[in-house]
């Protein structure tokens, strides 16, 4: 698995534990059924695994992350779901075990996705389905302009693909379903919409904090993508940004339901 872009810094579980089956995998909703089995691949602290255990009661529902100390924080949190940790690339999960495998914003992370969506299928019963969500970096847009978030934007996607990811997976997912021989593939488009002002000062201090204090930042400097000055003037173009009252920033994912 490639190493992940981001880490697991305070400012990155912060988004991660925002995320719920509403806001992260609404596109998968029509498709859960009581008593189902779900396996929730590169699960992090939970939340998303959590919630759709209490959608699918009495099924089981497992969250996978190869990160013991997020699979420990998942844990704490209770619940019927179980938590393990473990390899969307090699997973120790027997053929044909569960009616859903689902990833939300975990392809995009790997050298090889169309590897991982195989084992994905591998593990999912017959005619069961496999869900994918990922976020497209270069179909992000923002209003008002600013300098420093182009520069944001120019930076991570560098940093992304260095790392081994693909930092505009949202529009490629339908082709690796195709490639990983996945049937029916159904792909559709979610976004994330920040335009309230709490929801302008959230985001904008979580991509602020990230520069300054998470992975991206740090092999930002050390690729030669920018110094730490920049990362400063990036940080502060976010807060600005966020305190503009007809601030507005939408987050387009690609979605995909495919069949085993």
Not at 1 to 15: N, P
Not at 104 to 119: C, K, N, S, W, Y
Not at 130 to 140: L, Q, S, V, W
Request: proline share 4%; with cysteine; glycine share 10%.
């Amino acid at each position: 698995m490639t190493s992940y872009v981001h880490g697991h810094a305070a400012a990155v579980l912060r988004s991660h534990r925002w995320r719920t089956v509403e806001n992260s995998a609404g596109y998968l909703l029509p498709h859960l059924r009581p008593g189902m089995s779900i396996l929730d691949v590169g699960c992090g602290p939970g939340t998303i695994t959590i919630d759709l255990a209490e959608r699918v009661t009495p099924g089981r529902v497992v969250g996978v992350d190869p990160v013991g100390s997020v699979i420990a924080e998942a844990t704490a949190l209770g619940g019927t779901a179980e938590f393990l940790v473990g390899d969307v690339s090699a997973l120790d999960v027997a053929d044909d075990t569960f009616d859903i495998v689902h990833a939300h914003q975990v392809l995009q992370h790997l050298g090889d996705p169309v590897a991982a969506l195989r084992e994905m299928r591998r593990v999912a019963k017959p005619g069961g389905i496999i869900a994918a969500r990922d976020a497209d970096y270069a179909a992000m847009t923002w209003f008002p302009e600013s300098r420093g978030i182009e520069d944001w934007l120019r930076i991570y996607r560098a940093v992304a693909r260095e790392s081994g990811g693909e930092p505009d997976a949202g529009r490629r997912l339908a082709a690796w379903a195709r490639d990983a021989d996945l049937e029916d593939v159904d792909a559709t488009a979610g976004v994330w919409c920040f335009a309230a002002e709490a929801d302008r000062v959230w985001w904008a201090n979580l991509w602020a904090d990230r520069m300054l204090e998470s992975r991206v930042g740090e092999r930002a400097v050390a690729g030669g993508h920018c110094t730490r000055g920049d990362l400063a003037r990036i940080a502060t173009a976010w807060r600005e940004w966020a305190a503009e009252p007809a601030g507005w920033f939408s987050v387009l994912h690609g979605e995909i339901v495919c069949r085993a």
